[in-house]
């Protein structure tokens, strides 16, 4: 008996103690604070990896689907006659080091050390670049 008193007793402290949880939303669209709509906003933007004039992005709201099927068509009839052109110009074979001309483009190719080293110049704009194509030497 005095068991099942000190048992009572015991279960009737603890629920004097305890208490209800409640959630509260913290965003203010799901019935938050509205004072943490700030706070929410400027940490999202602190975390947004996109910028609206990023280049990668830019032009993609703006194309159609035909626009971007003539696109697709020009790049691969110019990649064809590029291929064509270099594979008249160079033959079958390697590629050989020497100076070759493509209406503005000045194309030198020597051969180095660590490979075969290809310079090409528009003379145009002035633009230049270099490619190395290691083990070739």
Known sequence: MKNLILTIA???????YSQQFVYKPVNPA???DTFNYQWLLSSASAQNQFDEGDSRLSGFRDINSLDSFTDSLNRQILSELSRKLFGDQFGDGD???GTYIFGSIYLEVIQTGQGLLISILNTDTGEQSQIVIPGGG
């Open 10 to 16: 015991i279960f009737s402290f603890s629920a004097l």
């Open 30 to 32: 799901f019935g938050g």
């Open 95 to 97: 590629l050989k080091p």
